[in-house]
Structures are given as structure tokens and as C-alpha cells.
């Protein structure tokens, strides 16, 4: 069944990429113009629905790469990032104005902690800047999206008021990020559905969840948001972000894809495309992608297990639950190694060539196990080599 006549029965699930600005608060990680602009491409011509793009305020060299991107890109909206600061706001519209749809996103700390450490504002005085801010944003631009940084240690009752009140200010989507990662799904998911189902207006915007991944929860939780009413997920590619980082753009869409028949959402992300976007975004970032990240990690479509080679050369759904293609990759690869059994040895000297008879073919493979207890990799070389030399000497 195509994606397209699936999809059908799911609701949409719009994908707000920061890796341009959360990613590059990323101790490391910093790109330079042209290579925002290569991310940027990348993550349009993929199909992610809002690019936010840096930060105006914080540099001249942020400023401008918002406006770079903002008229390069051809399709996503251009977000940019202001805290509840005037000059903040005017700086963010005065970037995206370039978009052909250009969004401010401003935030504010809701949570105790914050009020009382880094903010030293009263809740009312806080309800008096979200009124305020969000108001001087949309008279810059009719796409305004707010944020209760820290929401997810905010108490319920005061998160509604700000909610509420950003939403009659003329906030179009309300963010209710996890900040520090603290959160867990299943406190996530009443979250969102309690908010939305209790605040006024909470049908008049979108709301979106952000998640980072201080517990290894951002993806998880950013599907709990997704099951409690949030119908935009902010991520990043690779998970790039601060500290452990944010939840990662290719699993949340990768998770919906593959398990809608348990979550019926889908996104408009072209998936073929992940693996090329995870390459463009460890180069420009310079942060090398883990083996084992799930989807786009060198081993995600990598087995060495007899077994499950086995399995792999019979069925590819016997240890895989998508298809390297639909991330584009070309192949599974099943690794040479001490794990792999006779089943994937004989298809490794079909694929270079060779057909031994049976007595050959044992002494070959008991050849191959013993270099394999030596060699950590066995390369097809190797092989090749070991074979000639028991053809050799037959
Ligand atoms: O994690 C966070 O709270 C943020 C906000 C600026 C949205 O990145
Ligand atoms: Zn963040």
C-alpha cells in the first residue's frame, strides 16, 4: 500500500526543524553561512514544514543567516527566534520578512524556577509580557509562534493562563517545550491533552511539542505530545541540540511512518532523504553520527549474527522493520564477522564470485571463523584471499 493512500486516515503532523538554531546552540557546533545554506536546502527539498533558522538578535552573522535562508528557501516557512524582548521581536521580523512565509517565535520562561532565579518576575508581571510580546509580534507578521520555555516544570493552572493569554494575543501555534528533559510520555501526553482541552481557545492554534533529550525521552515524549493533541513536533536532524540534545527529526518521522498503524499520523517528509540530510548535518556541524543512531547510524541496516543473517537472506522482514531504501540507503549490509554463520558466508562468495564444493566449502568457513577470532573486521579481501589460497592448495 503507497504512503499516499495510507495516509488518507492519519492526521497531519507538521515538522518544525531547529537544527539551524537549537542544533547550533550545540557546544561545537557551529556552522558557517554557506553551510546553513546547504542545511537549509537539504531540509527543504525534504519537505520539513517550518526551517527555524537562527536567532537574529544574538549576532550580526545570526541576522544575516536568517535572511540568507529566508530567501533562499522555496517552500518551508522561516522561522527566527526572539525572547520577549522588543528589540528581540523587531530584529526576528525584520529577518523573516524575506520569507515568503515568515514566522516570529517568541518565548518566556513560565516555571517557578525560572521566575524566581533567572526571570525575578511575578507570574502576573510574566502574563503582562506574553500579552504584550506575542502582540507586537503579530503586528509584524500574521505567523507568530510562543514558547513557556521550561513548561514542563510549569504548574498546570499558571500554564493555562499564559496559554490562554498568548492565544488571545494572537499567538497561531503555542509550544510547551521540555526544556531540561525532564519529562516522561506518559505525564507529557496529560499535559498536552489538558491544556488543550481546558484552555478556551485552544482550537485556534496549533500546538507543538519540543523535547530534548537529557533522559533519552526526547522522542518518545515527543510522540506522547503528539497522542495528547500537538500537531507540530520540533526536532532536529541527528538530535543535534543542547546538552544530550533535541528529540531527532528522522526518528519521529520514521516512528510515525512505520508504526502508524499504532500512532495514525503521518508528516509530509520525503524519508528517502534522511540519510542524505544526516550526512549533510554531521559535516557542516562536525559531529560524526554514532554507529548505532537508530535510522541513520552506519550499523542501523547492519547485521553480523548468524541468525539473523540467516533470517535476513530468507526474509528482510525477519530483523527489519523498514526498508534501508525508504531512508535511503542503498542496502542492508550483513557483516563479515566471528557471529555469521555457513547461511551468509556461502552468499558473501556467491557475491564475489566463487562456488566451492562442499568439502571446500568447509574448510573455507572454518578458515574464515578462525581469521575472524583474530581480525575485528573480515573484509571481502580477506575472504578472497583465504579462498584462493584453499583453492590453491587443493
Ligand atoms: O528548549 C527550549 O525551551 C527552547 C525554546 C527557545 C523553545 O529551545
Ligand atoms: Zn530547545
Same mark, same amino acid.
Given at each position: 500500500?503507497?504512503?499516499?493512500?495510507?495516509?488518507?486516515?492519519?492526521?497531519?503532523v507538521?515538522?518544525?526543524?531547529?537544527t539551524?538554531?537549537?542544533?547550533?546552540?550545540?557546544p561545537?557546533?557551529?556552522?558557517?553561512?554557506?553551510?546553513?545554506?546547504?542545511?537549509?536546502?537539504?531540509? *527543504?527539498?525534504?519537505?520539513?514544514?517550518? +526551517?527555524?533558522?537562527?536567532?537574529?538578535?544574538?549576532?550580526?552573522?545570526?541576522?544575516?543567516?536568517?535572511?540568507?535562508?529566508?530567501?533562499?528557501?522555496?517552500?518551508a516557512?522561516?522561522?527566527?527566534?526572539?525572547?520577549?524582548?522588543?528589540?528581540?521581536?523587531?530584529?526576528?521580523?525584520?529577518?523573516?520578512?524575506?520569507?515568503?512565509?515568515?514566522?516570529?517565535?517568541?518565548?518566556?520562561?513560565?516555571?517557578?524556577?525560572?521566575?524566581?532565579?533567572?526571570?525575578?518576575?511575578?507570574?502576573?508581571?510574566? +502574563?503582562? +509580557?506574553?500579552?504584550?510580546?506575542?502582540?507586537?509580534? /503579530?503586528?509584524?507578521? *500574521?505567523?507568530v509562534e510562543?514558547?513557556?520555555m521550561?513548561a514542563?516544570?510549569?504548574?498546570?493552572?499558571?500554564?493555562?493562563?499564559?496559554?490562554?493569554?498568548? +492565544?488571545?494575543?494572537?499567538?497561531?501555534t503555542?509550544?510547551?517545550?521540555?526544556?531540561?528533559?525532564?519529562?516522561?510520555?506518559?505525564?507529557?501526553?496529560?499535559?498536552?491533552?489538558?491544556?488543550?482541552?481546558?484552555?478556551?481557545n485552544?482550537?485556534?492554534?496549533?500546538?507543538?511539542?519540543?523535547?530534548?533529550?537529557?533522559l533519552?525521552?526526547?522522542v518518545?515524549?515527543?510522540?506522547?505530545?503528539?497522542?495528547?493533541?500537538?500537531?507540530?513536533?520540533?526536532?532536529?536532524?541527528?538530535?543535534?541540540?543542547? /546538552?544530550?540534545?533535541?528529540?531527532?527529526?528522522?526518528?519521529v518521522?520514521?516512528?510515525?511512518?512505520?508504526?502508524?498503524?499504532?500512532?495514525?499520523?503521518?508528516?509530509?517528509?520525503?524519508?528517502?532523504?534522511?540519510?542524505?540530510?544526516?550526512?549533510?548535518?554531521?559535516?557542516?556541524?562536525?559531529?560524526?553520527?554514532?554507529y548505532?543512531?537508530?535510522?541513520?547510524?552506519?550499523?542501523?541496516?547492519?547485521?553480523?549474527?548468524?541468525?539473523?543473517? *540467516?533470517?535476513?537472506?530468507?526474509?528482510?522482514?525477519?530483523?527489519?522493520?523498514?526498508?534501508?531504501?525508504?531512508?535511503?540507503?542503498?542496502?542492508t549490509?550483513?557483516?563479515?564477522?566471528?557471529?555469521?554463520? /555457513?547461511?551468509?558466508?556461502?552468499?558473501?562468495?556467491?557475491?564475489?564470485?566463487?562456488?566451492?564444493?562442499?568439502?571446500?566449502?568447509?574448510?573455507?568457513?572454518?578458515?574464515?571463523?578462525?581469521?575472524?577470532?583474530?581480525?575485528?573486521?573480515?573484509?571481502?579481501?580477506?575472504?578472497?584471499?583465504?579462498?584462493?589460497?584453499?583453492?590453491?592448495?587443493?
Amino acid at each position: 500500500m503507497s504512503a499516499a493512500a495510507t495516509n488518507s486516515n492519519k492526521e497531519r503532523v507538521f515538522i518544525f526543524d531547529t537544527t539551524l538554531r537549537d542544533g547550533e546552540q550545540s557546544p561545537g557546533a557551529t556552522m558557517t553561512l554557506e553551510e546553513k545554506l546547504q542545511v537549509a536546502e537539504t531540509l *527543504d527539498e525534504m519537505g520539513v514544514d517550518i +526551517i527555524e533558522a537562527g536567532f537574529p538578535i544574538a549576532s550580526n552573522g545570526d541576522f544575516e543567516a536568517v535572511v540568507a535562508v529566508a530567501k533562499q528557501v522555496k517552500k518551508a516557512t522561516v522561522a527566527g527566534l526572539a525572547r520577549a524582548i522588543t528589540a528581540d521581536i523587531d530584529r526576528a521580523g525584520e529577518a523573516v520578512r524575506h520569507a515568503r512565509q515568515g514566522r516570529i517565535h517568541t518565548f518566556v520562561s513560565t516555571s517557578p524556577i525560572h521566575l524566581a532565579h533567572q526571570m525575578k518576575k511575578t507570574e502576573d508581571e510574566v +502574563i503582562e +509580557i506574553i500579552a504584550r510580546t506575542v502582540a507586537q509580534a /503579530r503586528n509584524l507578521v *500574521d505567523d507568530v509562534e510562543w514558547s513557556a520555555m521550561d513548561a514542563t516544570r510549569t504548574p498546570l493552572e499558571f500554564l493555562k493562563r499564559c496559554v490562554d493569554t498568548a +492565544i488571545k494575543a494572537g499567538a497561531t501555534t503555542i509550544n510547551l517545550p521540555d526544556t531540561v528533559g525532564y519529562a516522561v510520555p506518559e505525564e507529557h501526553f496529560r499535559m498536552f491533552k489538558t491544556i488543550i482541552e481546558s484552555v478556551p481557545n485552544g482550537d485556534k492554534a496549533i500546538f507543538s511539542v519540543h523535547c530534548h533529550d537529557d533522559l533519552g525521552m526526547a522522542v518518545a515524549n515527543s510522540l506522547a505530545g503528539v497522542a495528547g493533541g500537538a500537531r507540530q513536533i520540533e526536532c532536529t536532524i541527528n538530535g543535534l541540540g543542547e /546538552r544530550a540534545g533535541n528529540a531527532a527529526l528522522e526518528e519521529v518521522v520514521m516512528a510515525l511512518r512505520t508504526r502508524g498503524d499504532a500512532m495514525p499520523f503521518y508528516t509530509e517528509i520525503d524519508s528517502t532523504q534522511l540519510s542524505r540530510a544526516s550526512r549533510v548535518v554531521s559535516a557542516a556541524s562536525n559531529f560524526p553520527v554514532q554507529y548505532n543512531k537508530a535510522i541513520v547510524g552506519k550499523n542501523a541496516f547492519a547485521h553480523e549474527s548468524g541468525i539473523h543473517q *540467516d533470517g535476513m537472506l530468507k526474509n528482510a522482514e525477519t530483523y527489519e522493520i523498514m526498508t534501508p531504501a525508504s531512508v535511503g540507503i542503498k542496502e542492508t549490509t550483513l557483516v563479515m564477522g566471528k557471529h555469521s554463520g /555457513r547461511a551468509a558466508f556461502k552468499d558473501k562468495l556467491k557475491e564475489l564470485g566463487y562456488e566451492l564444493g562442499d568439502n571446500a566449502f568447509q574448510e573455507a568457513f572454518q578458515r574464515f571463523k578462525d581469521l575472524a577470532d583474530r581480525k575485528k573486521h573480515v573484509y571481502d579481501a580477506d575472504i578472497i584471499a583465504l579462498v584462493d589460497d584453499e583453492v590453491g592448495s587443493v
